[in-house]
């Protein structure tokens, strides 16, 4: 078992869209994970559109006002993929954290994978009420791959070692994923928890979508730090800069 994690690109957006009520900007990464698996590779998110490359306005609408985007050739995940000589045609399972733009935007790219989604989120994203007020553009995420929808946790491979872990209030169906890796576990929570003070103060960003379930979540996810398992936050710079990038992997 292995785990790569790439940086997919960077957004740029106001502080208060990640922490309630705070002040300033931050520059956020967009990640990506890869996991290799003796029963194949899963990837979990695929983080922003390759067209977001050249003009984020047209791909992303008025989300492209909220969010300054960095992102160059060579950053999207299908690229991220090839630079590792993994094929983006050979990963077994797509992981969607959820449904937002900068976590399905590489899903074209991964053509012959199965999406592994929850089913509420699923359902949300083809539901026009939740589409319009979660900010869900279908182009992502439906194209085409057959798709697994789950309901609370799911077993990848039936070994505990790749588990969907259901954290939602972000979204309607937010996930997280727990990896066993050989030197303990680490949880990918996504955006069930962006930066390392929303645990830490349980300090939820200005929108959520059931702001009850994501703090449910939020001690989900402290129970398993404080049972020893390394936190990876969703979209926190300054933790970031610490996790080792693919080629390397996270040992
Ligand atoms: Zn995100």
């Not at 990963?91 to 976590?103: G, P, Q, T």
């Not at 929850?118 to 182009?139: C, F, P, V």
């Not at 936050?233 to 040992?251: I, L, N, R």
Request: proline share 6%; charged share 20%.
């Amino acid at each position: 078992m292995r785990l790569f994690a790439f940086t997919c690109g960077w957004l740029t957006g106001a502080m208060a869209n990640f922490l309630a009520g705070a002040d300033g900007r931050l520059r956020v990464p967009v990640p990506c994970f890869l996991i290799e698996h003796p029963g194949g590779w899963v990837l979990f998110d695929s983080g922003l559109h390759p067209h977001t490359q050249r003009d984020p306005a047209a791909r992303l609408g008025f989300k492209a006002k909220l969010f300054d985007v960095e992102f160059q050739p060579g950053e999207e995940v299908a690229a991220r993929l090839v630079a590792l000589e993994v094929d983006p045609g050979s990963i077994r399972y797509l992981v969607n954290s959820h449904l937002h733009f900068d976590h399905t935007g590489g899903n074209a790219s991964i053509p012959n994978a199965q999406l592994v989604v929850q089913r509420s989120e699923w359902e949300a994203g083809h539901d026009a009420d939740l589409m319009m007020r979660n900010a869900y553009d279908a182009h992502d995420y439906d194209t085409g791959q057959g798709v697994l929808q789950v309901d609370g946790e799911h077993d990848l491979f039936g070994d505990g070692r790749v588990v969907c872990l259901p954290t939602y209030g972000h979204t309607p169906g937010h996930q997280s994923l727990r990896v066993r890796l050989d030197s303990g576990e680490v949880v990918l929570t996504a955006d069930a928890c962006y930066l390392r003070r929303t645990l830490e103060a349980l300090h939820l960003p200005s929108v959520v979508h059931d702001a009850e379930q994501m703090l449910t979540s939020l001690r989900v996810l402290r129970r398993l730090r404080d049972a020893g398992a390394r936190i990876f936050y969703g979209h926190d710079p300054e933790f970031w800069s610490s996790v080792p990038q693919a080629p390397a992997a996270v040992s």
